[in-house]
């Protein structure tokens, strides 16, 4: 019954590779995000979809491609992966609609690049 | 959306009222104030949200001033479990989707 569920949980690849994280929400959420939290913990959103509708992009290189098929899911797609790269990505899903500031986040993916 | 300000780190034992507090000077009119609570290896929870006066849930007290240039995030009676790293944020979610985490607080609950 799992609210926010991403795959991978673990990712280890080689520089250069390209690699997806998959997001899924099952809460009706019409928001939902990707944010990158680095080895000092900080937690920096990178994207944000309405309704399948890109909102926030926080200046992330371009190698970066969120795609949303549909209001449930919102992947991640990292083209030439970079030793930088190396961090655990948390998808997030919000209602949308109102005041409330709830987001409901996923396990984490663990990336890390060789 | 307002920069906050809270403590790198705190320490406190088990069965103390811990107080954790969050200075946000450039808070606007809309602005809420939610804390979030994240544990090791896992992504962050919601705790609370609260505009102004206090707000209490099952889990935390929100103590927000009248300017509402802080707020402070109170957990009664901590154990082991509490210990993670708390998270101030501000922000109007009404006009934006944008959400800003700060470095948060991190929290060691001792025996």
Known sequence: ?114 | LAKTTQPISMDSYEGQEVNITCSHNNIATNDYITWYQQFPSQGPRFIIQGYKTKVTNEVASLFIPADRKSSTLSLPRVSLSDTAVYYCLVGDMRSGFKTIFGAGTRLFVKA
Not at chain 1, 60 to 89: C, M, Q, T, W
Request: net charge neutral; charged share 20%; aromatic share 10%.
């Open chain 1, 1 to 114: 019954d799992t609210a926010v569920s991403q795959t991978p949980k673990y990712l280890v690849t080689q520089m250069g590779n390209d690699k997806s994280i998959k997001c899924e929400q099952n809460l009706g959420h019409d928001t939902m995000y990707w944010y990158k939290q680095d080895s000092k913990k900080f937690l920096k959103i990178m994207f944000s979809y309405n309704n399948k509708e890109l909102i926030i992009n926080e200046t992330v290189p371009n190698r970066f491609s969120p795609k949303s098929p549909d209001k449930a899911h919102l992947n991640l797609h990292i083209n030439s992966l970079e030793l930088g790269d190396s961090a655990v990505y948390f998808c997030a899903s919000r209602l949308g609609t109102s005041q409330d500031n709830e987001q409901f986040f996923g396990p984490g993916t663990r990336l890390t690049v060789l």
